[in-house]
């Protein structure tokens, strides 16, 4: 059973996402909250394996509350960004401060209890139409910043340098059985075996090392 905490300053968002994913047999919201501060108090004393979080909330904003979560002394708790908003910064935040997805309040439902599930799993998740753009331009902003991680040509085999590049293409573990000819388990078991080496928790966080270590080729940016 998945166990969800839901922070949100709207009550009608609440109850929404908590009718959403109350419904689900293998999901349990055990708790909400209403703003950053009872979101905090909330997730510590109840440990849930996903924290849904919104970015603007009274008190510690959605990304003060996910970088908390994330330097927990008892273990980090897995963060989903939910948010009706969304500007660049605000990603970056999110991605900084260690969140394990984000998504857009206006996605498919179906896609938000995916998301869930995905980042109780380790996997990780980020709005489709945001993925490019926001990789990218996270990489563009911080070109002149020393990249003091290995790179992956010396740290991952083969096989795993490969399914990193598949990662950053947006693909599932399914997708990127299909690409590989393999079963999905063999891909959860590299993956198993790589996010420890790029010192990561996730397929995110292992997308976001990729951009940021070249390992995913970055576009020039156009000055026109």
Not at 47 to 52: G, I, L, N, T, Y
């Amino acid at each position: 059973m998945i166990r969800v905490l839901i922070a949100d300053d709207q009550a009608l968002v609440r109850a929404g996402l908590s009718a959403l994913l109350g419904a689900e047999d293998d999901i349990e919201v055990v708790g909400v909250a209403e703003d950053g501060l009872q979101a905090l108090e909330r997730a510590r004393e109840l440990r849930p394996d996903v924290a849904c979080l919104d970015i603007r909330m009274p008190g510690r904003d959605g990304i003060e509350v996910a970088r908390a979560l994330d330097a927990d002394e008892s273990g980090p708790i897995p963060v989903l960004i939910l948010t009706t908003f969304d500007l660049d910064d605000y990603v970056f935040g999110a991605l900084e401060a260690g969140a394990s997805g984000f998504l857009l309040k206006d996605a498919d439902p179906d896609e938000i209890v995916r998301a869930v599930r995905q980042v109780a799993a380790g996997q990780g998740t980020i709005d489709q139409t945001l993925t490019r753009r926001i990789l990218r331009e996270f990489v563009q902003r911080r070109r002149l910043q020393p990249v003091t991680a290995q790179r992956a040509d010396g740290l991952l085999t083969a096989r795993e340098r490969e399914i990193l590049l598949l990662l950053a293409e947006g693909l599932s573990n399914e997708e990127i059985a299909a690409r590989l000819v393999v079963e999905v388990s063999t891909v959860k078991s590299h993956l198993a075996r790589m996010l420890p080496k790029l010192g990561v928790r996730s397929r995110l966080q292992a997308v976001v090392w990729a951009y940021q270590n070249r390992v995913v080729a970055v576009p020039d940016v156009d000055h026109g």
